[in-house]
C-alpha cells in the first residue's frame, strides 16, 4: 500500500484579518505571534495539526497578501505564493466587519488559480453583522464559513469540512531527529544561513534587525539522519527589548534553546567582542545544550595571512567558559564551511550519546586521583572514591561519590572536566560532574529513618 502523502493546509489572506489567530486556535496553542498591528506575520510559519478524526496535516500561517513596495515584501509575497502552490487545502481568509477590498479579491484570484479546494473563513464574526458576512458570498468561494477564532465560533463546521477534504494520514517523527537552533543578536545572519542550510528560501533575509520573529523551522535530511533546523528571532539585551511583538519574539527564541539538541551561536565577524554573545552562549551552558560558535559573514572581512588565528585567540579568550565549543568560520554568501556545519553536528551529538561502564569510570577515576589527588583542608581531605553515569540524561552526566566533597576546590572540578574530555573527547557539549558526600548520605537517612520509626 502506498504511504499517504500527509496533505498541508494553508491559511492565505490580506494582512491583519487574523490569520494567525486563527492558526492558533486550531491547533490549540500559541504557535504563531498575535498583534494588533498589520504586518506582524512575516515568515510562513508551519505547525502539525490533528482532527478529532486523527487525520494529521501540516498547518501553513502566511503574511498578509499586499502590494510588493520594495525587494523585502516582493520576498514574503513570494513565500504566500509557495505557500498557496504546496497546499492541498487553501482557506481564503477575510474580515467580516469590513467590506470586500481588492486585496480580498486577489487572494480568491490566486486561490481559484491554484486549483486547490478553497475554503472561505469569513472570521471575526463575532463583532460582524449578518448581512457583512453575506456579502463575501461575491467571493465566489464555496463552502463560506463564519468564523471566530476568539469565541471558537465555526470551528466545529471547518473540522467537519476538513475531515471530508483531509485524507487520512499521520506525520511521523523520527526519534532520533536532532534539532538545531540558530541563534544570536539580531542581523548577525541567521536568517542567511538557514537558507544556505536548508538550501531553499524558507525564511525571508534582509539587511535589517528584526526580521524574523517566530521560530521557523525546516528539516532537511544528512547522511541518513533528520536534522530540523530552528530559525530564531535576534536577541537582544534586555533593557532594548521593545514590550509586545519583540518581547514575544525573545521569548520564542528562549525556548529555542530548551527545544534544541545543538545551538549555533552566530557573532558577526564584523562585530566581535560584544558581551551578549557571551551572555547567549552561557545560557546555552546552563540549558546544557550542543554549542558551536559560529562567525558568520566570513566573506566581508579583509583578511591577511594572519587574521584567522588573531580573531579566533580573541574569542577563544572572550568564551573561556566554553572551552570546548567548536569554532567555525562561514559565509552564506559562498557557501564556506556550511556543510562542515553539518558534519559537526553528527560529531557532537555522538560525543553526547557516548557511555562508560562503571568500570572504565572508575579506572580513569582512579588514575586521575593517582596523578593529582584533590588538596583540602586539616582533617577535612576530600576523599573521591567512585562514579557512575547517569544514562538516562542526554547531557553527558556523571555521579562522583566519595566523603568531604564540599571541600573540593572549583579548580579541581574544573581540572577533572578537561581531563574527563581528554579522555573521550567531549567536543561540543557542557559535562556535568555531580559529587555526592556518601556521608552526609547515611546521616540523613539515619536521620529521617529515625523519626519514620519514632512516627
Known amino acids: ?42 515568515d ?34 513570494d513565500q504566500i505564493a509557495e505557500a498557496t502552490h504546496s497546499a492541498d487545502i487553501i482557506l481564503v481568509t477575510v474580515d467580516g466587519t469590513t467590506i470586500v477590498t481588492e486585496e480580498d479579491r486577489r487572494v ?10 478553497i475554503v472561505l473563513l469569513v472570521n471575526k464574526a463575532d463583532k460582524a453583522k449578518q448581512p457583512q458576512i453575506d456579502a463575501y458570498e461575491k467571493l465566489g ?58 538550501k531553499k528560501q524558507q525564511a525571508i533575509v534582509a539587511d535589517r534587525a528584526g526580521t524574523t520573529r517566530d521560530v521557523n523551522r525546516t528539516i532537511i535530511k544528512y547522511q541518513g539522519r533528520e536534522l530540523e533546523l530552528l530559525d530564531t528571532a535576534g536577541i537582544r539585551r534586555s533593557g532594548k527589548i521593545e ?7 525573545v521569548l520564542r527564541s528562549l525556548q529555542a534553546i530548551e527545544q534544541a539538541d545543538i545551538c549555533f551561536l552566530l557573532i558577526d565577524a564584523n562585530e566581535l567582542s560584544v558581551a551578549l554573545d557571551q551572555k547567549i552562549a552561557g545560557m546555552i551552558k546552563e540549558a546544557g545544550k550542543g554549542l ?22 580573541g574569542i577563544a579568550h572572550e568564551f573561556n567558559f566554553v572551552p570546548w565549543a567548536p569554532l567555525i568560520f562561514t559565509s552564506s554568501v559562498d557557501g564556506k564551511n556550511v556543510t562542515k556545519l553539518f558534519d559537526l553536528t553528527l560529531e557532537i551529538m555522538e560525543r553526547r550519546a557516548q557511555q562508560h561502564t562503571t568500570r572504565e569510570l572508575n579506572a580513569w577515576l582512579k588514575k586521575v586521583l593517582d596523578h593529582h589527588p584533590p588538596a583540602g583542608l586539616k582533617n577535612r581531605q576530600p576523599k573521591l572514591r567512585y562514579m557512575v553515569q547517569e544514562d ?64
Open 141 to 198: 468561494i464555496k463552502p463560506l464559513i463564519a468564523t471566530s477564532a476568539t469565541q471558537k465560533r465555526g470551528f466545529d463546521e471547518l473540522e467537519q469540512v476538513l475531515d471530508e477534504l483531509l485524507p487520512a494520514a499521520s506525520i511521523r517523527e523520527a526519534d532520533d531527529r536532532v534539532r538545531i537552533a540558530l541563534l544570536g543578536r539580531p542581523n548577525v545572519g541567521k536568517s542567511s544561513l538557514y537558507n544556505a542550510l536548508a
Open 292 to 313: 558551536v560558535l559560529v562567525v558568520s559573514k566570513w566573506d566581508s572581512v579583509e583578511k591577511d595571512a594572519y587574521t584567522r588565528d588573531d580573531v579566533a585567540r
Open 243 to 249: 514590550k509586545g511583538i519583540e518581547q514575544f519574539s
Open 1 to 42: 500500500m502506498a504511504k499517504t502523502k500527509v496533505p498541508i493546509v494553508a491559511i492565505v489572506g490580506r494582512a491583519n484579518v487574523g490569520k494567525s489567530s486563527l492558526f492558533n486556535a486550531i491547533l490549540g496553542r500559541r504557535e504563531a505571534i498575535v498583534a494588533n498591528e498589520p504586518g506582524t506575520t512575516r
Open 392 to 455: 538516562w540524561n542526554p547531557i553527558p552526566s556523571f555521579k562522583i561519590f566519595g566523603a568531604h566533597t564540599k571541600y573540593l576546590h572549583w579548580s579541581y572540578k574544573r581540572h577533572m572536566d578537561r581531563m574527563l574530555r581528554e579522555e573521550w573527547d567531549y567536543v561540543g557539549t557542557p559535562v556535568q560532574l555531580w559529587f555526592i558526600d556518601r556521608d552526609v548520605e547515611k546521616a540523613r537517612d539515619a536521620k529521617f529513618g529515625g523519626r519514620k520509626k519514632q512516627s
Open 108 to 117: 480568491a484570484k490566486m486561490a481559484f488559480k491554484s486549483g486547490k479546494h
Open 44 to 77: 510562513s510559519i508551519t505547525a502539525k495539526a490533528e482532527l478529532d478524526s486523527g487525520k494529521q496535516f501540516w498547518l501553513v500561517d502566511t503574511a498578509g497578501l499586499k502590494d510588493a513596495a520594495d525587494a523585502f515584501e516582493l520576498t514574503i509575497q
